[in-house]
């Protein structure tokens, strides 16, 4: 079940006795848990119906207690269990979720960690509860995630101006979401969130950026590369060097991929590299530019400087400095 599924759920007023929100991924467990917290009981409700317990200050006997007591002047009575993953005897809810109140919603938020499938806890919530395991989304699903989000909300978006979000704002789904509502702010439905809307109001150079970078590499345009990396170098806060140095080295990955099953279909390609079919013609078309002896020397290039982002046989402090010089080197060995 998704997050989406549950808050529809909840939305229609139908309701289960325990909800288990686990994972690596916050942000969808914390959208259930807001929208939660604000519309299972009304407002006049909540003063003594409404509880959250946090797993760090609490224990399984505070927790059933609670959970045992009937609602006052309500339908149900509501309880958070936050941070359950820090609550020590947190196992022993098992003889609970077995046999839960009737007239208590117990929401559970386990997160930062993968529930462990092999505990007897883990296994009851599975058949006993509404159980939603909340995963990182995977950084070649990142595009696609953003152009359904973007859609979700009534408005258009392409593939080149999702992927550039993608690259620059990493996979902090919250902060994504922070961002798309700052520049749709005044949207009318069926608007286009372009890469002009995404300049001006998200603050992402349409010049000065990874995604350009990669590209005016794949074509070779070495007076560009050269432009895009001097601006970028004086403003590494918005370009760190793990994520550049990761995102040119997937992209060189996908180019020698490419390079070396050039019959294969796009949609073969796309579908081994996890990407959006969109970006598959600009790879092939790059992917043919640099020869097997050059691959080699990139790779090395890339290898050397990752050790030196982090701090081995690293000459500069300065993070401009070194992403100026591994741009320098990778376009000397192409």
Known sequence: MTADKI?????????QPIYFLG?????????VMKYAQDHILGEAERSFNQMTLYGKETNFKTVVDNARQFPMMAEHRVLFLKEAQSMRDFDKLETYANNPSPQTILLISYKHKKPDGRKNIIKVLKK???????????????????????????????GQAAGLMAEYLG??????????????????????????????????????????????????????????TENMSRNMK?????????????????????????????????????????????????????????YFKIFNTFKEYDLKSKGLGRRSTEDGELFRELIYQLMYAA
């Open 171 to 228: 996979n902090d789904l919250q902060k994504i979401e922070n961002e798309i509502a700052k520049a749709t702010i005044s949207f009318k439905p069926g608007e286009e969130l372009t890469m002009q809307v995404i300049q001006d109001r998200i603050g992402i150079s349409k010049e000065y950026n990874v995604y350009e970078l990669q590209r005016a590499i794949g074509n070779k345009q070495f007076s560009k590369v050269f432009h895009i």
């Open 238 to 294: 918005n370009n760190p060097m793990p994520l550049v140095i990761g995102s040119l080295f997937r992209f060189f990955t996908q180019l020698f991929y490419v390079a070396q099953n050039a019959s294969m279909s796009d949609q073969a390609i796309a579908g081994a590299l996890r990407i959006n079919p969109y970006f598959i013609k600009d790879i092939k078309a790059s992917s043919a530019k640099f020869s097997a002896s050059q």
């Open 128 to 158: 006993k509860a509404v159980y939603f395991q909340s995963d990182k989304i995977k950084d070649y699903k990142l595009a696609d995630w953003i152009s359904s989000y973007v859609l979700g909300l009534g408005y258009k978006i392409n």
């Open 23 to 31: 994972g690596e991924e916050s942000y969808f467990i914390d959208k």
């Open 7 to 15: 808050i529809s759920e909840l939305a229609a007023r139908k309701f």
